[in-house]
């Protein structure tokens, strides 16, 4: 697990149990797994014991490495696997946003097997040693004839996982519920389940119009009411937006591969996004704001 935050924290300790599981993430988080074991909490409550280091020094061979950095970090931590890495060896992009394969295949020199995937599991880094397991979702990889293999995997462990043969569809889904849930609550300082307030509708669906927009012009067909979906999923959910956290910990956040991105696309190709660019320009501000929002 390659960037162990929340959600690699998550997918570590469920694939733990039959699986040999090393966890690489920063120094704090990694001391305490290693002293006192991974605590989860929330839907599940339990100390998982891992293995968990700063750094990799080796990749067996058919290894799995599954990324789960924000795209931004992914060449600063995949440059220091890249030369381990081999053709046995597969680097699954389990990450929000536009081209993460992208970026993973030029840090990596094109070597091994870069897959994409995205999930709709929902964590909460709480400290150091310490995650809170928050949504059940479903995790969707890429059509590959290594696929299957690590779809058992992940179903085996409890983390539902289906093979999809129109992944770029998936991704640009996932990115559209990311453009509308993580900026919104993140702006808000609330819960995600705040997203189906019936107040915020309309900018939803401006944002959401936007988007669908954008992805047209990349051949992409998005058809579902996501303004339904994101409603009805969310609503009942406590979790927190990875942005409100990144945010609430003064960390650099993933608008850049999010809104941003649509909105970058959309300049592109001469389409208008002044939603998804202003949403944007506000969470940039917030990250370099001195007081990080507090929850309501």
Known sequence: MLGAGAIGSLFGAKLAATNDVTLVGRAEHVAAINSRGLRVEGLESR???????????????????????????????LAPIAPLVQDDTTILCLQNGLGSETVAREALGHRGII??????????????????????????????????????????????????????????HKLVVNCVVNPITAILGCEVGGIANPQLDPLKRLVIDECVAVAASQGVTLTANLQQEIDDFFRPSHNLASMLQDLRRGHATEIDYLNGAVAALAARQDIPCPVNAALTAIVKAMEASPRPPESN
């Open 115 to 172: 897959l994409r995937g995205v999930t709709q599991a929902g964590a909460i880094f709480k400290a150091p040693g310490v995650i809170q397991f928050m949504a059940r979702g479903q995790t969707v990889i890429e059509s590959h004839e290594r696929s299957a293999a690590i779809a058992r995997t992940f179903s085996e462990a409890g983390l539902d996982c289906r093979i999809s043969t129109g992944i770029t569809v998936d991704v640009w």
């Open 47 to 77: 100390v998982v014991p891992l293995r968990a280091v700063t750094a990799v020094e080796k990749i067996s061979p058919d290894a799995l490495v599954i990324l789960t950095t924000k795209v931004s970090d992914s060449a600063t931590a």
